[in-house]
């Protein structure tokens, strides 16, 4: 059984390779005109600022509920 898994997980990643290769994008064509003559920021401009706070946020949150479950799991071991 663990045979047949494993060639349909081999079979299945030998598929799904060529199907993503053909989702890569092309470069775009020469758009003409004349050139602005600034070059685009690093990274597109894309706004980061909102989305890296609700990460932090996350974070936090998610820090938090380990540390809170570190600290009741330590008072019950103090209590027995």
């Not at 690093?42 to 932090?56: K, R, S, T, V």
């Amino acid at each position: 059984m663990k045979k047949i898994i494993t060639i349909i997980t081999v079979l299945v990643f030998l598929f799904a390779i060529p199907t993503i290769n053909l989702a890569q994008q092309t470069s775009p064509g020469d758009p003409g005109g004349e050139p602005t003559g600034s070059d685009p920021p690093l990274g597109g401009g894309a706004p980061i600022g909102g989305g890296l706070f609700i990460l932090i946020g996350l974070g936090a949150a998610y820090g938090g509920k380990k540390i809170y479950k570190l600290y009741k799991d330590g008072e019950e071991t103090l209590e027995e």
